[in-house]
Every structure is written in C-alpha cells, then in structure tokens.
C-alpha cells in the first residue's frame, strides 16, 4: 500500500511540461458506466462464505456507475487527476463438492447419499472513490492510470443452493434447496485497494477504459484479531467503461 501511495503522489508531481498533450485541459465532470467481471483472491479465500478447502472460486459478472471528475495537474494537460464516485457490484462465486462418505455421515447424510453439492453467488455493492492520476500521451487520446482506491460495502446478498446427490438406486429423490441471505456481519465494510488502466478520451471527451482494481484489505470481519493473524481474502475486479465529461467554465 506505502508503495501505490508513493508511486501516486510521483505521478501527480512528476513529469509537468515534459508533453504537449491536446486533451484534459481544464477542470472537467460527467458521467461512467460499465460493466464489471470480478472475484476474490489470496490463499483465505476459499473460506468466505465457510470453510472448505476443495472450493473453487469464479468471477461472475456486474456493473459500475457514477460521477467523474477530472482536475488538471498540469497546464499542459499531459497529468491530470481524475476522482470518481462509484456504484460498484462486484461478488464472486463459490462451490463445492463432497462425496466423503465420513464427511457426509457427519452431516446427518445416510448411506443413500451418494454426494452434495454447494454452489453460492456473494454479491458485493460498494460505493467505491477512486482517485487515480492520469498520464495523456498526446494527441492520440490514450492515457494511463494509477491510483488508490477507497469503498464502502452497502450491501451484501448471497444465493446457496445445495444439492443432494442420491446413489443410483434412489436418483429419483435428487433435490436442491437455495436459501438466501442479505446478512454481510462475516465481511468488512470498507475495503482499500489500488487500480491501474487505460483508455482513449476524445477531446470532446467521449471515453472508453479497462481498468483493474485490487483489494488491500482483507473482506474478513476478524474482530480481535491481529492484522498479522487476519484471514487474507481480497477483492480482484476488471472493469470495462464508458464516459463522457463536459468542460466547466471556459
């Protein structure tokens, strides 16, 4: 994290009059919107949502919107930093397997079963800040960006669907039960993270991005716990957006 913080703040002073940028002159707001594909990461992660270490974890898809902003750094335009204010659902899936017989015994499962499965979806609102700095290259339009990221969880909900495998005699009897849950207790409700992307601006300042944004805090909720103990689960997400910014002032 003091690494991404250092790196930004060089970006942000760095570089002024080394380019002579076309686009990102004077202060600038609008709009983006897009898309999101998203998961989680680091070796705890397979325990969200309940231990087990056979889980597989998939990203599934989701959206982004909100505000922009774009403030110039240099008169020059080439660095400039732009704040966004965010509706972010990112999430992630969750499933597996467990055909152990003792495994199954212990959960009240008879000789029947021949396995179940456990498939859950956690999906993860954030209100999400991103401040990145933003290098033009010039009058192509392309930028790069680099900068923190700080959210807050406003909603969490989860759909657990398990399916109880019957042996060959009783496979008529196969069922699955969803059950779902709005409960967000087990996870924290702020995340920090860091971002890094680029894209294409016009000087009209219709935009198109990808960007990818990594968590730096833990989604675990480990009250009383050491950060050097603390679970390691993070947020991991690829956004594609759309924007449009218009001048303010002259």
Do not use: H
């Amino acid at each position: 994290m003091k690494k991404l913080v250092v790196l930004t703040c060089a970006l942000a002073t760095a570089g002024i009059g080394t380019a002579n940028a076309q686009f990102g002159n004077g202060t600038r707001i609008g709009v983006r919107a897009g898309g999101t594909y998203s998961t989680i990461g680091g070796k705890d992660a397979k325990n969200v949502g309940g231990p087990n270490s056979g889980a597989d974890i998939n990203y599934i898809p989701g959206f982004t919107a909100g505000l922009s902003f774009q403030l110039p750094l240099s008169s020059d335009g080439f660095w400039s930093l732009a704040p966004e204010i965010l509706v972010d659902r990112k999430g992630f899936k969750r499933s597996f397997t467990v055909t152990d017989r003792a495994t199954l015994t212990a959960n009240g499962q008879d000789a029947t079963v021949d396995k179940y499965q456990v498939e859950g979806k956690r999906i993860l609102t954030y209100i999400d800040l991103p401040i990145p700095v933003r290098a033009s290259t010039g009058a192509t339009g392309l930028y790069f960006e680099l900068g923190p990221q700080v959210g807050y969880m406003a909603r969490s909900s989860q759909d657990l669907t398990v399916t109880t495998k019957y042996n060959t005699a009783n496979a008529s009897k196969d069922k699955s039960v969803t059950n779902t849950t709005d409960a967000k207790e087990d996870l924290s409700s702020f995340d920090i993270g860091g971002l890094a992307g680029l894209g294409f601006q016009t000087e009209g300042g219709l935009s198109i991005g990808l960007r990818y944004t990594q968590g730096l805090k833990s989604l675990f909720d480990t009250k009383d716990v050491s950060a050097k103990n603390e679970p390691k689960a993070f947020n991991r997400s690829f956004a594609l957006q759309l924007g449009y910014l218009l001048p303010l002032g002259k």
